[in-house]
């Protein structure tokens, strides 16, 4: 059984970074791209970018190229995003989400990232 | 970037009774437009890919139609457990888009 199990829920401060990790388990991790989605509070998704894992290669949307950096660990199938320089707009529930044939196959349950002081 | 253009935003109705959601991509999209399913508690779901093709152990009563701009997905004679998010996305260029969801709720 596919699982996307991510790391728990993260309060950070103004101008700090805050790293999720998502434990892939259930395939073979370095055959497929992860991606990651960000949710604002009542909002909608937005795709934040891709990582393959195998490769290390990366994309970005234009908008979080500065913002957040995705990283992939082979040794425990782990994929990571950190996101720096932290203001209130980034306060938001953060997904994995495993790129199947075609669309996002399986979902990680999401991280509830606070930026507070 | 594609613009996503999701409608209605919410929508009630009474299971048994039979719903579609529009989405209109701002150009063509061919028919790479996938379907998701958010509720509370669970992950979320992928419906549909391809514009019209059910992902394994979606029930029948969903269907995805459409292609170029313009998609529709058909949800038959509701059941409980269908009230919920949906969200469309394109998947045919990068950046990958959403639309921005719509509510089903009970009548």
């Known amino acids: 059984e596919v699982q996307l199990q991510q790391s728990g829920p993260e309060v950070g401060r103004p101008g700090s970074s805050v790293k999720i990790s998502c434990k892939a388990s259930?395939?073979?991790?370095?055959?497929?791209?992860m991606n990651w989605v960000k949710q604002s509070p009542g909002q909608g998704l937005e795709w934040i970018g891709w990582?393959?894992?195998?490769?290390?290669?990366?994309d970005y949307a234009e908008k979080f190229k500065k913002k957040a950096t995705l990283t992939a660990d082979t040794s425990s199938n782990t994929a990571y995003i950190q996101l720096s320089s932290l203001t209130s707009e980034d306060t938001a529930t953060y997904f994995c989400?495993?790129?199947?044939?075609?669309?996002?196959?399986?979902w990680g349950q999401g991280v509830m990232v606070t930026v507070s002081s | 970037d594609v613009q996503m253009t999701q409608s209605p935003s919410y929508l009630a109705a009474s299971p048994g009774e039979s719903v579609s959601i529009s989405c209109k991509a701002s150009?063509?999209?061919?028919?790479?437009l996938a379907w998701y399913q958010e509720k509370p508690g669970k992950t979320n779901k992928l419906l549909i890919y391809?514009?019209?093709t059910l992902q394994s152990g979606t029930p029948s009563r969903f269907s995805g139609s459409g292609s170029g701009t313009d998609f529709t997905l058909t949800i038959r004679s509701l059941e409980p457990e269908d009230f919920a998010v949906y969200y469309c996305?394109?998947?045919?260029?990068?950046?990958?888009?959403f639309g921005s969801g719509t509510k089903l709720e009970i009548k």
């Open positions: 150009k063509s999209i061919n028919t790479y």
């Open positions: 996305q394109q998947h045919n260029e990068y950046p990958l888009t």
């Open positions: 990582i393959d894992p195998e490769y290390g290669s990366t």
């Open positions: 391809s514009g019209s």
């Open positions: 259930g395939y073979t991790f370095t055959d497929y791209v």
């Open positions: 989400a495993k790129t199947g044939p075609e669309g996002f196959d399986y």
